[in-house]
């Protein structure tokens, strides 16, 4: 019986909704301390955003030509294949899989579980103790309650998403909403409360490791709050219109995440000075409490669990096309390639990525989780970018109902400074590093392999009888 197809379900609040509460999790609400830690002072903190802002805007403005003119399940998988060949489109889907799209979705959830110690802090204590050298900095694995809690969460929303994209893509708009509101609201009681100071903008503190160092350090975790822009272009073949619904969203979501982080920076510096950011574990409960006192610390993280919720949603929703998108040409595991007949989802793709993903989470802590993603990611992101230059070469009659802004220096720049966070961050974090590269080694006997294994029929896309290269031809 022929597997059922995908629906296009998902309207343009739902697909606007996936780029902002994606990407909007954990990451404002914790990451100002590394970042100030990182640089000393706010000026340069705020330079970090704005410059992380601009490149992810870059990349948003290319992602938005490749999406419009290729809207398949999978995102980046299917534009990677579509410019250099499948290898590399399995790379991507390979890394995204087992380190970036996990290791986000297990960061998720380690976010999560930090703002819920808030009300519950016995959760912190550990359940059990596994005596290896396989714990964060070769220490013992300590499995904490709040771990599970955080697991049980993941596969919760796995359960969620795989009853519809619609259900999925309706909590996404619901949740994103509460989210943006009420970071509107910690923005307006910070800045109108009167228990600021301005002169905080001018505080700072001794930079580790300050310099070039600290501003790339820093960066990383910037990116990691932006990261989650390009989801949408993942559920490709399930949006309504995607040639104008993607570009639309991709852009107009990235515009909106950097006025929003900026303004919450703003208001955690206007509350707090470099000092106190720097010591804090959860800044944003640091301010509220300044402002409002105990509940106002209570408040925010209630705000950052309803944040964090919509970015878990939006990242299993969206992750779980990758493995599917592989499977269904033939570079994964054939099962999860299974679309379920009544609710018309990728189902063991969902469930497997869901259980994965707790699994990574077991494996870290939030900053050490948070770098895992960023380096594999980035190498994937600089190389789709440069898709748009290889494919306006290798395929000049491809119909692009979007071009980017600025070619060819927009992806060029994207491509410049990836490549520079790249070297940088793996200076700075080999382990981290390394753990992803190591991952994508590992993928390369299952390429072959299955590489090996392929019919006339593989490359193709499900019910289209061209090959997988030509299908985006016009």
């Not at 995908?6 to 100002?32: C, D, K, N, Q, Y």
């Amino acid at each position: 019986m022929r597997n059922p197809e995908l629906r296009r379900a998902l309207g343009p609040w739902s697909t606007a909704a996936i780029v902002v509460g994606t990407a909007i999790g954990s990451a404002i609400f914790l990451v100002p301390t590394q970042m100030i830690r990182a640089v000393g002072s706010p000026a340069e903190l705020f330079a970090v955003w704005i410059f992380g802002g601009v490149l992810t805007l870059f990349g948003a403005l290319t992602y938005a030509e490749l999406s419009a003119a290729m809207p398949g399940a999978g995102g980046e998988y299917v534009y990677l294949s579509a410019a250099y060949g499948p290898f590399f489109g399995f790379i991507y889907g390979w890394t995204q899989t087992w380190v970036a799209k996990a290791a986000s979705i297990a960061t998720l959830a380690t976010g999560f579980f930090t703002y819920l110690g808030d009300f519950f802090p016995s959760l912190g204590r550990v359940f059990f103790s596994i005596p290896a050298p396989i714990g964060p900095h070769g220490g013992p694995l300590e499995i904490r309650y709040d771990q599970l809690v955080g697991i049980a969460l993941i596969l919760a929303l796995s359960g969620l998403n795989v009853l519809g994209v619609k259900v999925g893509g309706g909590v996404q708009v619901a949740v994103t909403a509460i989210k943006v509101s009420l970071l509107g609201g910690l923005i307006l009681l910070g800045l109108l409360s009167g228990r600021g100071d301005s002169q905080n903008f001018h505080s700072s503190i001794a930079a580790q490791p300050g310099g070039v160092s600290g501003f790339f350090l820093a960066l990383v975790a910037a990116l990691w709050a932006y990261d989650g822009w390009n989801n949408a272009g993942m559920l490709g073949s399930e949006i309504d219109r995607p040639q104008k619904n993607l570009p639309r969203a991709l852009i107009s979501g990235t515009l909106a995440m950097m006025a929003i982080y900026l303004l919450v920076n703003i208001t955690y510096f206007y509350v707090l000075n470099s000092a106190e950011v720097g010591a804090s574990e959860r800044v944003a409960a640091d301010a509220m409490r300044r402002v409002l006192g105990a509940p106002g610390a209570a408040m925010v993280s209630i705000a950052a669990m309803i944040s964090i919720f919509a970015a878990l949603n939006g990242s299993i929703l969206s992750g779980s096309r990758i493995p599917y998108a592989m499977a269904r040409d033939g570079y994964f595991f054939a099962p999860i390639r299974r679309v379920n007949a009544r609710f018309r989802t990728p189902g063991a793709a969902i469930v497997l990525l869901g259980a994965w993903s707790s699994v990574v989470l077991l494996s870290g802590q939030y900053e050490q989780l948070y770098t895992l993603v960023i380096f594999p990611s980035w190498i994937l992101y600089g190389m789709t970018a440069a898709s748009v230059i290889v494919l306006r070469r290798t395929r000049p009659n491809l119909e692009r109902p979007y071009r980017v802004l600025g070619y060819p220096v927009v992806p060029l720049f994207f491509v410049l400074v990836a490549s520079a966070l790249l070297y940088s961050t793996f200076r700075t974090s080999p382990r981290e590093s390394g753990m992803g590269l190591t991952v994508i080694i590992l993928g390369l006997p299952f390429y072959f392999q299955w590489k090996r294994g392929q019919t006339a029929a593989a490359g193709t896309l499900e019910a289209n009888p061209e090959p997988f290269s030509k299908k985006w031809d016009a």
